[in-house]
């Protein structure tokens, strides 16, 4: 068995040509339903960007534990029982949070592994001096503040990507091709393709801005702050021309794989897996970005494609999945089993029955509010305390947040916490999480506690009131799910659910 899994980040599934976007704009996105089993029900689970691949590594919710960080010594990645049972695994990538000290360990587990280099804030390139007047009077105003840090790094990446081929993922594709002519004689490899578009800044070839309608005389605005900034009529359709057009840069690029696997015949022998961690907002209920604002499904239900050789796509599957299923169908198309921790189930046999045995599915952000759906209601849950700050801990060996360790000061007041079941009976830190952005934690916008049926509702413009035997349901199936995963006590508190663990 061979198997490129192909994962972008930030892809927005409703744009996409099966649900409703622009397959001319899109042709290569629309490729995928000739060679590809369709995922329609599929969602995340731990957001948000490493939450979300330690959910893809290890086949289980994580997002009640720990916020941002690396791979933990316990943890059962997919990708270290390929490598072990001797299918060779290698990592090409444009995403920077692996080299950071909240992503590091992940690579770490491949056989070898590429890093193209450039993107967001990524510190890339040694300027110290000021950034040039010409270069500063292109940012808009209303998008970009060059005082801070991270969109003044970002400027002088942009200074040295100018050119298609400078563009890292399009250097990430241009190594996998390599990598498949380099081994389509040889057998027992995974290829983990990674990039980091179409994920904020929207920053894309000026071909791809032409397509859009975006005059290269516009000021640049293509990376909009996360939550509801105020941004005018003028502002916010540059943003979504900018987002559009980065997809159909990612399109291109994945024209580009698709025609590798036609000309070389990988079809027959080899897998493919594609998806994303997450979508984005792009001004649905008045909201861009993630994480910060309830998770609608413009963030939660994302796109998932998926090859097996010697199997014709058949109905796309309504039944539902999500994030935490990739390793276990992973390790299935390999014939390796899924480790006693994971909490995922393979995919691989859904693209025949078209039946993937999950009733549900949990997903959230770690201190945040706890969402669940079964596929057609979607429930999201604040906490019933007000105060529940007060009782956020961080349970991990791995004292970091994204860019950086814990405070000292929290890491003082930390005390030794006994293992969870997932924890192979090594004990953990359990860290008092005071602060909240110096912590790790998302300063979340109170929304309350809101129903939706997405048959009757499908943008969730309507919240359902009054439902008591839909919420009593999804309540309990969720209770169960944070049993299933040894949420911490203060988790199934903080959501009145403690019951459940003394039952």
Request: with cysteine; proline share 8%; glycine share 6%.
């Amino acid at each position: 068995m061979r198997m490129v899994f192909l994962l972008f980040d930030s892809l927005v599934r409703d744009l996409l040509p099966q649900y409703g976007g622009d397959p001319q704009a899109l042709p290569n996105f629309a490729r995928l339903d000739a060679r590809c089993g369709r995922f329609d029900n599929h969602f995340v689970g731990s957001l948000p960007c490493m939450p979300a691949r330690r959910d893809l590594h290890n086949g289980r919710l994580n997002f009640f534990h720990r916020h941002w960080g690396p791979l933990e010594p316990f943890d059962d990645s997919f990708v270290s029982t390929l490598r072990d049972s001797g299918v060779y695994t290698h990592l090409i990538t444009d995403h920077y949070h692996y080299f950071e000290e909240g992503g590091w360990s992940f690579h770490t587990r491949y056989n070898s592994w590429e890093l193209f280099r450039g993107q967001e804030s990524d510190v890339w390139r040694g300027t110290a001096t000021p950034i040039d007047d010409d270069i500063v009077d292109r940012f808009d105003p209303d998008v970009y503040d060059l005082t801070v840090e991270k969109y003044r790094r970002h400027a002088i990446n942009r200074a040295y990507i100018r050119d298609e081929a400078e563009f890292s993922s399009h250097q990430s594709f241009t190594a996998a091709l390599k990598f498949l002519d380099e081994n389509q004689t040889k057998d027992d490899w995974l290829l983990h393709l990674e990039v980091f578009d179409p994920h904020e800044p929207f920053h894309a070839p000026m071909e791809f801005l032409k397509a859009e309608g975006i005059d290269p005389n516009d000021p640049i605005a293509d990376w909009p702050a996360y939550g509801a900034p105020e941004y005018d009529a003028r502002v916010s359709e540059l943003l979504r021309k900018n987002y559009r057009a980065l997809l159909r840069f990612c399109d291109k690029q994945l024209g580009r794989l698709l025609d590798a696997f036609d000309a070389q015949g990988l079809w027959e022998d080899t897998a493919l897996v594609l998806t994303t961690d997450h979508g984005f907002m792009l001004s649905e209920h008045g909201y861009w970005g993630k994480s910060v604002m309830p998770l609608y499904n413009q963030i939660s239900q994302i796109p998932m494609f998926l090859h097996m050789p010697g199997t014709a796509p058949g109905a796309p599957v309504k039944s539902l999945s999500q994030t935490t299923d990739i390793a276990p169908t992973i390790l299935d198309a390999f014939g390796a089993a899924p480790s006693k921790d994971m909490t995922g189930r393979s995919l691989v046999p859904a693209c025949k029955s078209g039946e993937t045995g999950r009733d549900i599915a949990l997903f959230g952000i770690w201190g945040g509010p706890l969402n669940c759906t079964d596929g057609r209601y979607v429930f999201f849950i604040d906490p019933d305390d007000p105060a529940y700050r007060s009782e956020l801990f961080i349970y991990s060996l791995m004292p970091v947040d994204v860019k950086k360790p814990l405070e000292i000061a929290d890491l003082q007041r930390a005390t030794q916490h006994p293992p969870f079941d997932f924890t192979k009976q090594v004990p953990v830190w359990k860290i008092p999480s005071t602060g909240v952005q110096a912590r790790g934690a998302t300063e979340f916008m109170p929304i309350g506690s809101m129903l939706f049926d997405l048959d009757a509702d499908p943008e969730q413009l309507n919240p359902i009131l009054g439902d008591h035997m839909t919420e009593t349901r999804l309540r309990a199936a969720m209770q169960q799910v944070l049993v299933q995963h040894d949420a911490p006590p203060e988790v199934l508190t903080r959501f009145s659910m403690s019951e459940v663990r003394s039952a």
